[in-house]
């Protein structure tokens, strides 16, 4: 199974539909260095082997740890890899997130992911919403449209987006991707303690109707403690855990979504893989509902 990102313009990515989000790879609380930092780097070795050739980072996390990871472990890179990085926030020292969206920031974190990464161009970066600041998402966006006409960037996403946002950001250039928080059980927004997290369900039809893939994130973390019996029931059935039939139901509920699990476990990551060989039926949607 594939996908294409940006189908209707000059230079369209088509990748695996199973990607890996990196974000996992870090310390505690998205924080830090590794745990098992030989595990980390077989992880992404193992995923590039394995056929995934869509990676998700930002400069953010750890900070800057998975991209330097990324970099040590398959650069110089394979051709066909895409890999996603994110800007827009920052962390501080205390862990918190914050916006980090100027005009200015959003080019600082640009050239640090590029620097980091060792790469010329990114192909893809999301602009992650961190609420409404002071700075107005058409300078946000403007800047970011600036870098792509730079060649610094090939293809602009959107992340943590409403449904108004993305509309409005339709108006204001080509949007390529959505990364949004979605699972089985977390599909519409969620408030967590940095913020409000739009849910991918509020903004799937418009996303298939732009033929935009829809990357969901967290959606093991968020989703399995609530997904109810249903999930349970059908995993068993097929004899698989809860988290490969999450994975399964995000490939089937739209041709549009690329599903991103992350994990920092080697076993957890070939687990995940074996997701995209479930054959779920259209019963078996229905009854998942």
Known sequence: ?????????????????????????????????????????????????????????????????????????????PAGLVICTKVGATRRPDKSWVPFNTPDNLRTSIDNNLRTLRQEQIQLVHLRLMGHGPVPLAEQLGAMFELQREGKILHVGLSNVTREELEAGLQLGPIATVENMYSYAQRTTVQLPHGANPGGEEVLDLCEQHGIPLIPFFSLIHGLPKAGNKLAELAQKYRVSEAQLNIAWLLHRSPWILPIPGTSSLAHLRENLKAAEIQLSAEDMTYLG
């Open 1 to 77: 199974m594939t996908i294409t990102i940006a189908a209707h313009s000059a230079h369209p990515l088509t990748v695996n539909r199973l990607g890996y989000g990196t974000m996992r790879l870090t310390g505690p609380d998205i924080w830090g260095e590794p745990a098992n930092r030989p595990e980390a780097l077989e992880i992404l070795k193992t995923a590039v082997a394995s056929g995934v050739n869509f990676l998700d980072t930002a400069d953010y996390y750890g900070e800057d740890v998975t991209n330097r990871l990324i970099q040590e472990a398959l650069h110089p890179y």
